[in-house]
């Protein structure tokens, strides 16, 4: 559990933000969501990794898991443009219990784990019930989602195709599921919004990534505040 944001260091830190900055970092909290979270299953294309992470923060989906069971986890530059430090991103040891973990802990925290797959004789994502967050796992390019996975998650969902193809790629299928999920959301009544200390949060650690010796200033401060007790 992290410990809540120091307002005042918030406040401090926000002294070195210009104002454009700081209405865009409000603006785009206001979007941002956990109802809704998305996991990367062993990935092992880095552009697609990044394509992934970088549909999220369009998305205003906040949280991404990453597990590693064959494969090391990496992300190209070139594709992912910087999103990847708006994210929250939760990160499995590589071995052969990741996804374990990772589903232990999405439970942990009431998600409804939902596995993505091209077969059409499963739930639609139009029909996926949007009350309980959700957690939605994309498996890799190749063999889709594991066996575990397949067999662990609570619902398996497809996206409807209408072409000889059999599957989209896993970024454009995560672009399609995530645009349909975050409009329902925002058309609902479910309470998808961050609270007021997930922002600061988020708004602190943001600063500290605009802000230039960063570290310096934060440790400026708490110097000038244990010299004043």
Not at 38 to 67: K, L, P, W
Not at 74 to 85: H, I, Y
Not at 100 to 117: A, H, M, Q
Request: net charge positive; aromatic share 10%.
């Amino acid at each position: 559990m992290k410990e809540k944001v120091n307002l005042e260091l918030l406040r401090y830190l926000e002294g070195f933000v210009t104002p454009n900055k700081i209405k865009l970092i409000q603006e785009v909290l206001a979007h941002r969501t956990r109802h809704v979270s998305v996991v990367m299953e062993d990935f092992y294309h880095s552009q697609n990794a990044s394509a992934v992470m970088r549909t999220c923060d369009c998305f205003g989906v906040q949280d991404v898991y990453i597990t590693q069971r064959l494969h090391d986890y990496n992300v190209n530059p070139n594709v992912v443009r910087g999103a990847s430090k708006w994210l929250s991103i939760h990160k499995f040891d590589r071995e052969e219990q990741s996804t374990r973990k990772c589903f232990k802990e999405l439970r942990s925290k009431n998600y409804r784990i939902v596995g993505t797959t091209p077969n059409p004789n499963c739930a639609s994502i139009y029909e996926l019930d949007l009350e309980q967050p959700l957690a939605v796992v994309f498996g890799t390019e190749k063999q889709g989602l594991s066996d575990y996975a397949k067999q662990e998650v609570d619902q398996l969902v497809y996206i409807p195709m209408y072409g000889f193809t059999e599957s989209f790629n896993v970024s454009v299928s995560a672009a399609l599921i995530l645009n349909e999920l975050v409009n329902r959301l925002k058309k609902s009544a479910i309470p998808w919004q961050l609270s007021q200390e997930e922002k600061h949060t988020l708004t602190f650690e943001w600063y500290q990534q605009i802000v230039k010796r960063s570290d310096l200033h934060i440790k400026n401060f708490l110097q000038e505040q244990s010299g004043k007790k």
